[in-house]
């Protein structure tokens, strides 16, 4: 019986579980033996996995999270590192490997399928960054959730008269910033892909309080910059990937607002809340979708490719174009959402 890996890495987030049910189902009906491999690439350079059945997948459809557990862990910062994984896919007798993450997992990925490993990949990420598939899943869910609090920080901003900095995850990348805003009808969208004009936003909210009551909603993507400063950074260490920690342009936009308008201003930063429970129908759905397909591509033997999802039709494209670069918000979408500001 042939056996298959999969594993789940880097940031976790909503809809992985359905992925892992639909490989395992699948597989199964196919032939295959499946096997977990614990906590991302950590677990292929340590030789660590678990045995999944029908059994083992019974009831994750609707749990957040991995039950195969994740990690940042990049086998290629240290050679020995990535031989170790490399000897482990043959010492585990891994007919081929499927690798459910973003930008970074699936950038491994790709270069371990170029020293020969049979690999297929499914992309991830709350963020919906990923170059080549139109969603990921998990962003579903999250802006879900961003919306959901945004509605809630509505009535007591309303109550309170005050302005309500909220600010969102999405790394580079302002997709969740923009869908819900929009969704949660905000007076200020500000995204990664376009430098901040602190004085445009005051003069925004200016406008926005005499129509609303005296009340505003700034929706801030984590990764946005002002014109004038450079990325706010919870700390200056780079992860095993070479990126920084983001986070905290919230509370800084949120004294500037306050400094030049006067306005009261109160700044929630919604983090992992973005990132935990239970995934939407959506998400359940795509991830299923992604599942069969990724043990699909890999049955036909279509090794080194992604998964990806172009309009409602699940297709696939080669690793190496799915990891060349990041996808940026459309500026025709971010023009929408301009237009319903202040
Ligand atoms: O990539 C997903 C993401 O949630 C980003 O939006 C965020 O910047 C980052 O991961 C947070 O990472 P960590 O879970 O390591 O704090």
Known sequence: MKRIGILTGGGDCPGLNPVIRAVVMK????????VGIKDGWKGLVEGSTIPLNEKSVLDILAKGGTI??????NPYKDLK????AIANFKKLKLYALIVIGGEDTLGVANKLNKEGLRVVGVPKTIDNDLNATDFTFG???????ATDCID??????ESHHRVMV????????????VYSGLAGAADVVLIPEERIDINEVCKILRRSRKKRKGYSIVVVSEGAQLKKGD???????????????????????SEMIEARTGFETRVVVLGH???GGTPTVMDRVLGTRFGIAAIDLAHKKKFGHMVCLSGNQIKSVPLSRAVAKLKTVDKKLYDIAKLFFG
């Not at 597989?27 to 499946?34: D, M, N, S």
């Not at 195969?68 to 862990?73: E, Q």
């Not at 909220?166 to 910033?177: F, K, S």
Request: glycine content about 14%; proline content about 0%; charged content about 25%.
């Open 27 to 34: 597989g199964i009906k196919l032939g295959y033996e499946i």
């Open 68 to 73: 195969l557990g994740t990690s940042r862990t």
């Open 81 to 84: 590192q990535k031989d170790r």
């Open 139 to 145: 962003f579903d869910t999250a802006v879900n959730i």
């Open 152 to 157: 809630r920080l509505r009535t007591t901003a």
């Open 166 to 177: 909220c600010e969102v995850m999405g790394r580079h990348a302002g997709w969740i910033a």
């Open 231 to 253: 990325m706010v950074l919870q700390e200056k260490e780079l992860d095993a990937f070479g990126h920084v920690r983001l986070g905290g342009i919230g509370n800084q936009l």
């Open 273 to 275: 809340m973005q990132r």
